[in-house]
């Protein structure tokens, strides 16, 4: 199914766990290599489980096809393991729509990576999602207690949800100005001229654009509680718009890529939907479909880039939760999304 990737497992055990209605899925991950559930996969779906005290068949390495059950709202405390360095992010991104339909307040400690690629980084969803998700009537924050890099992970996220009756709609149409645009270079167990050297560079990049910036640094070596276990780095930046809009990019360090380029990837990043003078980046759209879908009355989404995770997405809210969509423009460009939400009501919040 589109993008046939593992975004389709933790969007419809979520939906699952929120309508309490059993969902089977079949064909898991078909279209990448290896198939079938992977280790970050499994993980995230045991934590949907874990939350809505669902059973599940079928969920090991490799599996292809499950049965999810849930039984019941979520509320309490509740620890996950991620294992070795899988993305918190990924993750958290599935379960924080369980929460906010929760009984109660619910608290998550999640140990695994902070910052890994193709995955939204937790600063993501500190500065980008969850003020988002405030403005929609979802309350909630997210606390990086220890960074997380690849091989080991070890990386340990706190997370607190309130529960909503209620999601407020939101749009994100009108783009206006460019407010502030700020950031993080960050590293652990490395020489601090690394953070350096990608803020300046970040921060050059973005000059050229006409945009000032203020990014910090934070360079953690073995002896501080935040650092991570192995050596790693990367770079995130934000934007705030006068119309309530808000963009974020990041890039991670490799081995043998100058820290300038991880500065200069990170800015170029930003900039697209600054360019495109659009009010949310192409990842927060997608992170988006899912609360547009569950909220009450009409959102909009402009969009800087339509990605086919966000296609996918959308498909299947349409499928299990019977959404009007509306999407103008293309895969690859600029797009305006239009959802009629279907209003659902948390019955364990007066």
């Known amino acids: 199914m589109l993008e046939g990737g593992g975004q389709i497992l933790r969007v419809s055990t979520a939906i699952s766990a929120l309508l309490r209605k059993p969902v089977k899925i079949v064909n898991i991950r078909a279209k990448r290599s290896p198939p079938g559930l992977r280790p970050q996969h499994l993980n995230a779906v045991k934590a949907i489980g874990l939350m809505s005290k669902a059973d599940v ?8 096809e499950i049965t999810f059950t849930p039984s019941s709202p979520p509320s309490g405390s509740f620890r996950i393991d991620v294992g070795t360095a899988g993305s918190i992010g990924l993750v958290l991104q599935a379960l924080m729509p369980v929460a906010a339909f929760s009984s109660g307040d619910v608290s998550i400690e999640i140990s695994g990576g902070t910052n890994n690629p193709r995955a939204p980084a937790v600063e993501y ?6 003020p988002i998700l405030n403005r929609m009537g979802c309350k909630g924050s997210v606390e990086i207690l220890r960074r997380g890099f690849y091989p080991r992970g070890g990386g340990l996220v706190k997370a607190h949800m309130s529960p909503v009756r209620t999601l407020k ?10 407010s502030r645009i700020w950031g993080l270079s960050y590293s652990c167990r490395l020489p601090a001229h690394i953070t350096d050297r990608m803020a300046k560079s970040a921060h050059r990049t973005l000059l050229r654009e006409g945009y000032d910036a203020d ?21 995130i930046l934000f934007a705030s718009l006068s119309s309530g809009g808000l963009v974020g990019a ?5 081995l043998g890529i100058p820290a300038e380029k991880v500065g200069e990837d990170a800015a170029s990043n930003l900039l697209q939907p600054l360019r495109r003078r659009s009010p949310a980046d192409k990842h927060l759209g997608d992170q988006l479909i899912v609360y547009a879908s569950l909220a009450e009355g009409e959102s909009i989404l402009r969009v800087d880039e339509l990605t086919l995770h966000t296609v996918t997405c959308i498909e299947l809210c349409r499928i299990l939760l019977k ?17 009629k939400g279907v209003g659902l009501v948390n019955s364990s919040i007066r």
């Open 57 to 64: 068949d079928g969920l090991y390495v490799g599996s292809k």
């Open 125 to 130: 969803l500190q500065n980008v999602l969850i």
């Open 169 to 178: 709609p939101i749009v994100l149409e009108e783009f206006g100005d460019v």
């Open 215 to 235: 990014i910090e640094t934070e360079c953690l070596q073995g002896d501080h509680p935040k650092c991570s276990l192995d050596p790693g780095c990367g770079i």
């Open 250 to 254: 990041d890039a991670l360090g490799r």
């Open 323 to 339: 959404v009007d969509f509306k999407i103008e423009g293309e895969v690859g460009g600029p797009a305006r999304i239009t959802c």
